[in-house]
């Protein structure tokens, strides 16, 4: 079974060409064309013991959207990363270009891989609150398709002109956390956003969560964080906080909006756990992996 978002900024000119090239390799498949997003969970179930995986071209909202659908019917994933910054397919080394993407899929390597939970919505990269929200909500799609990744980094720094913040407890094992947060940002997997990375040592398949807060600080010195985010190591900065946990719960003194997978999808108060290895994908081996 194959949905398409037609909506995503590669568009899908490429697809039907990889599509057939899997048909020749055997591969018999359902095709449906999804305008809206939240449509497809239905779509799977509606296909449910018909058919033995489902492939999703799109972004990461659009994989979200699907996790519910996926997960109701254990079916695997395959990935067209369709998408802006096609964060999921990063995190698990599925290359960007389509026939390689296909190639994956045709090789018929699986791995199972975490799902995160924040309250009732599951998650799939990461939930976060704050200046990400806000990012969020003044990113358009038109930025996206016109600009690419680089669309969140526009909009993030026309973001930093008025960051705001959030006083935040966090608890987690038997410790309590409290304070100011300009951001928290809550992983599954290891890369967001424009491609930047939760934790230097963050994986989707290790049964953790990888948490990091930035406190209030001077603008100039969050744009100076850049280059720490991009690699995993904002931890290592001064007025940044970093941890890994199963379990999180976070409250906040005033209700704040939560970014799950690129869309507002909860609010706190909010706990976030893990469902280890809940989804199947069809992926590269991991590193370190049995080849």
Same mark, same amino acid.
């Given at each position: !079974?194959?949905?398409?978002?037609? $909506?995503?900024?590669? $568009?899908? =000119? $490429?697809?039907?060409?990889?599509?057939?090239?899997?048909?020749?390799?055997?591969?018999?498949?359902?095709?449906?064309?999804?305008?809206?997003?939240?449509?497809?969970?239905?779509?799977?179930? *509606?296909?449910?013991?018909?058919?033995?995986?489902?492939?999703?071209?799109?972004?990461?909202?659009? %994989?979200?959207?699907? /996790?519910?659908?996926?997960?109701?019917?254990?079916?695997?994933?395959?990935?067209?990363?369709?998408?802006? #910054?096609?964060?999921?397919?990063?995190?698990?080394?599925?290359?960007?270009?389509?026939?390689?993407?296909?190639?994956?899929?045709?090789? =018929?390597?699986?791995?199972?891989? &975490?799902?995160? *939970?924040?309250?009732?919505? #599951?998650?799939?990269?990461?939930?976060? !609150?704050?200046?990400?929200?806000?990012?969020?909500?003044?990113?358009?799609?038109? #930025?996206?398709?016109?600009?690419?990744?680089?669309?969140?980094?526009?909009?993030?720094?026309?973001?930093?002109?008025?960051?705001?913040?959030?006083?935040?407890?966090? +608890?987690?094992?038997?410790?309590?956390?409290?304070?100011?947060?300009?951001?928290?940002?809550?992983?599954?997997?290891?890369?967001? =956003?424009?491609?930047?990375?939760?934790?230097?040592?963050?994986?989707?398949?290790?049964?953790?969560? &990888?948490?990091?807060?930035?406190?209030?600080?001077? *603008?100039? +010195? %969050?744009?100076?964080?850049?280059?720490?985010?991009?690699?995993?190591?904002?931890?290592?900065?001064?007025?940044?906080?970093?941890?890994?946990?199963?379990?999180?719960?976070?409250?906040?003194?005033?209700?704040?909006?939560?970014?799950?997978? =690129?869309?507002?999808?909860?609010?706190?108060?909010?706990?976030?756990?893990? !469902?280890?290895?809940? /989804?199947?994908?069809?992926?590269?081996? #991991?590193?370190?992996?049995?080849?």
């Amino acid at each position: !079974m194959v949905l398409i978002n037609p $909506g995503a900024r590669q $568009g899908t =000119g $490429g697809v039907e060409a990889q599509l057939a090239r899997l048909e020749g390799l055997g591969f018999r498949l359902t095709r449906e064309t999804v305008t809206d997003p939240d449509g497809i969970p239905e779509r799977i179930r *509606r296909h449910q013991g018909q058919v033995d995986l489902v492939i999703v071209g799109g972004g990461d909202g659009t %994989m979200s959207a699907a /996790l519910p659908g996926l997960l109701e019917a254990g079916l695997p994933l395959g990935i067209l990363p369709l998408g802006t #910054a096609n964060n999921l397919a990063r995190t698990l080394g599925i290359p960007a270009k389509l026939d390689e993407a296909c190639a994956v899929i045709a090789a =018929g390597r699986t791995r199972r891989i &975490d799902v995160g *939970r924040v309250n009732d919505r #599951a998650f799939l990269t990461t939930a976060s !609150m704050g200046l990400s929200v806000r990012i969020t909500g003044e990113l358009t799609g038109e #930025a996206k398709k016109r600009w690419g990744p680089l669309a969140y980094v526009v909009t993030a720094l026309r973001s930093l002109r008025d960051p705001g913040d959030l006083h935040a407890e966090i +608890r987690y094992d038997d410790e309590v956390l409290t304070g100011k947060a300009v951001q928290v940002v809550v992983g599954n997997g290891r890369y967001y =956003g424009s491609g930047l990375a939760v934790a230097e040592n963050a994986r989707i398949d290790d049964g953790r969560l &990888d948490l990091y807060v930035i406190r209030p600080q001077p *603008r100039w +010195r %969050m744009i100076l964080l850049a280059p720490a985010l991009k690699r995993g190591r904002q931890g290592r900065k001064r007025d940044v906080l970093a941890l890994s946990a199963t379990e999180l719960r976070i409250t906040t003194r005033e209700p704040q909006d939560i970014d799950v997978d =690129g869309e507002i999808g909860a609010t706190t108060p909010a706990t976030f756990s893990v !469902m280890e290895g809940a /989804l199947e994908v069809f992926a590269p081996a #991991a590193e370190g992996a049995d080849h």
